[in-house]
């Protein structure tokens, strides 16, 4: 049975900063493109971030260019976002998830797994 199992949302201020894990299980990780995806109360869902199998090639969301950086570590089957400067706006409920591909993937469509979502939310 695959899990994705996300940590470490919670409550910080605008301009500081969380670090999200996505702790896989169940599947051979290293063989899967990881994503983050985020969803706003009354919004779609939308890709944040997305990094390949390797790790050698990542991807961002315009809005988060620059702020957040996704990694992982494919001996801990675990995948990480570094989120910076935080803002307002990127208040939301995140969501890891793992796709049968080699390279980045930015439709959600396209995953096959996702975890339950760790929320995140910015005051300002």
């Known amino acids: 049975q695959v899990q994705l199992v996300e940590s470490g949302g919670g409550l910080v201020q605008a301009g500081g900063s969380l670090r999200l894990s996505c702790a896989a299980s169940?599947?051979?990780?290293?063989?899967?493109?990881m994503g983050w995806f985020r969803q706003a109360p009354g919004k779609e869902r939308e890709f944040v971030a997305g990094?390949?199998?390797?790790?050698?090639?990542?991807g961002y969301a315009d809005s988060v260019k620059g702020r957040f950086t996704i990694s992982r570590d494919n001996a801990k089957s675990t995948v990480y976002l570094q989120m910076n400067s935080l803002k307002p706006e990127d208040t939301a409920n995140y969501y890891c998830a793992a796709a049968y591909y080699g390279s980045i993937v930015t439709t959600a469509s396209e995953y096959d797994y996702w975890g339950q979502g760790t929320q995140v939310t910015v005051s300002s």
């Open positions: 990094i390949s199998w390797s790790g050698a090639r990542t």
């Open positions: 169940g599947l051979t990780f290293s063989y899967y493109a």
